[in-house]
């Protein structure tokens, strides 16, 4: 252990500077004032990992200040004595600047008085979030604004193109890879936890296990998840730009994280999910499932990702669904159909918010493909046949047209709009179509074509305070 320990110091410490690492004499850190110690955050909802810790460094580190860090941490290891035999690194993080190891409590506190360091967690227990079962709807409401009858129930209807030449990068226990609903385009893109296993391959559907069989690990883990995820999503981008510039098209349309797993605050999980987004990854996470704020949990206080609430086949607001101003959307949660582990054919039913984030996430992934189309397109205006609907059902399809006849047709009643002359395929020139739709852009635009004012609470009360009622739409459908 010690050998590793020192090994691995000495690689992180040579990745930050080109300067030789000395262990002839150690570091001895700048040290803060006791009003000035770095925030540590101890308590958490569903409690903490004993010894554990992430710590994160300011944005600005400097590389000698890095270097010199290391050089603290090799001293500490040699100084004190081992906690149960096993002080370490555990992950070096690439989006966050920080790692996560195993500490005493004094050496903890000697880190709070570094002047680089930003913040400490101690590490805490992550789990799914989904609760009971029972049965399938939640396909056929996404696909329509009204809500579902005898005719829509198992009605689910979609661009068939949707979906294509993006990846997804699940973000919890892993999935059944082999699943005959994948056809063939699941892989194992990682395993964080240590005593599981995985390979890497490029695939539709990526599978980053980051939770144990039994739905619950560390957030140090999770972290160490969105890490790679956004390293992986920068390096397709980076290999679809190369395609563009020697051939002058791609298949690769972008990359989308679906995390339906929670915990209590983590401000290290948040940076590392927003900090994903930044760097081009489209993020949807899941609410939670305690009914209370989801303010106080992560990755749902990630203000960059979309944050997906649960609804009801009735389109109330699930009961067990967190709520507030950290929600951007609801989806389907209750009583939802899904693969699962056992055989190629399996499935389960499962109810949760873990359920309504992969139907945003799926969303995402959808109007990601098809950006630019008649169906999605959020920043070029064109002329194109409006369906018939009612100018308060469909805000997101009349803001689209580049016409008042294009608004008219919209705003009409069937009846009326069906004597007027369709649009001619013949469109107005367009301004140029950008090769690219950031993931702020299209959260955005998810929330635009949202459907208002659908959901309720219990006995038709109104939502908590500072809910979004937004129900998630694909704009396949005029109804």
Request: proline fraction near 6%; charge should be negative.
């Amino acid at each position: 252990m010690a050998s590793s320990f020192f090994t691995l110091a000495l690689s992180l410490a040579a990745a930050v500077s080109s300067t030789p690492l000395s262990t002839s004499s150690f570091y001895t850190p700048a040290q803060r004032t006791r009003l000035t110690l770095a925030p540590f955050a101890d308590n958490h909802r569903h409690g903490a990992i004993n010894n554990s810790y992430i710590v994160v460094l300011k944005p600005d580190t400097p590389a000698e200040v890095m270097q010199n860090h290391f050089n603290f941490l090799v001293a500490v290891h040699q100084e004190q004595p081992l906690v149960d035999d096993s002080f370490s690194i555990g992950h070096v993080y690439k989006s966050i600047n920080g790692y996560s190891g195993r500490f005493s409590r004094e050496s903890v506190e000697q880190l709070r008085g570094m002047p680089e360091v930003d913040f400490i967690e101690r590490d805490q227990i992550v789990r799914t979030q989904d609760t009971q079962k029972s049965a399938p709807w939640g396909l056929a409401r996404v696909s329509h604004r009204k809500k579902l009858g005898f005719g829509t129930f198992t009605k689910y209807e979609y661009d068939s193109k949707g979906g294509e030449g993006v990846d997804v990068y699940v973000i919890d226990t892993g999935i059944n890879v082999d699943h005959e609903e994948f056809e063939g385009r699941a892989s194992w893109g990682a395993t964080i936890p240590k005593d599981d296993y995985g390979v890497a391959k490029g695939a539709n559907v990526i599978a980053v296990k980051v939770l144990g069989s039994n739905g619950s690990g560390s957030m140090s883990d999770v972290v160490a998840g969105v890490d790679f995820a956004a390293a992986a999503a920068k390096k397709k981008a980076a290999a679809a730009d190369a395609e563009v510039k020697a051939t002058g098209k791609t298949a690769h349309k972008g990359s989308v994280a679906n995390m339906s797993l929670g915990g209590g605050k983590s401000r290290a999980l948040d940076q590392a999910v927003n900090l994903a987004v930044d760097g081009g990854l489209h993020f949807a996470v899941a609410a939670g499932n305690d009914n209370r704020d989801a303010c106080n949990y992560s990755p749902a206080a990630a203000e960059k990702a979309v944050t997906v609430g649960a609804s009801t086949i009735t389109d109330e607001r699930a009961y067990f669904s967190n709520h507030g101003d950290c929600v951007d959307v609801f989806a389907p949660g209750l009583n939802i159909k899904s693969t699962w582990i056992g055989s190629k054919q399996a499935s389960n039913i499962i109810s949760g918010t873990s359920m309504a984030s992969p139907h945003t996430a799926g969303l995402l992934a959808y109007l990601l493909s098809l950006y630019p189309s008649k169906n999605f397109d959020p920043e070029i205006s064109y002329l194109f046949d409006v369906p018939n609907v009612d100018a308060d059902q469909s805000p997101f399809v009349i803001a689209l047209g580049s016409s008042l006849y294009a608004v008219a047709r919209a705003a009409l009643p069937g009846w009326a709009a069906s004597w007027l002359p369709a649009p001619k395929e013949s469109f107005a020139p367009l301004p140029p179509v950008p090769g690219k739709i950031t993931p702020d852009q299209l959260k955005r635009a998810l929330l635009q074509l949202a459907t208002p004012n659908m959901l309720t609470d219990a006995q038709n009360a109104p939502l908590p305070a500072g809910s979004p009622n937004l129900l998630i739409f694909n704009n396949y459908t005029a109804v």
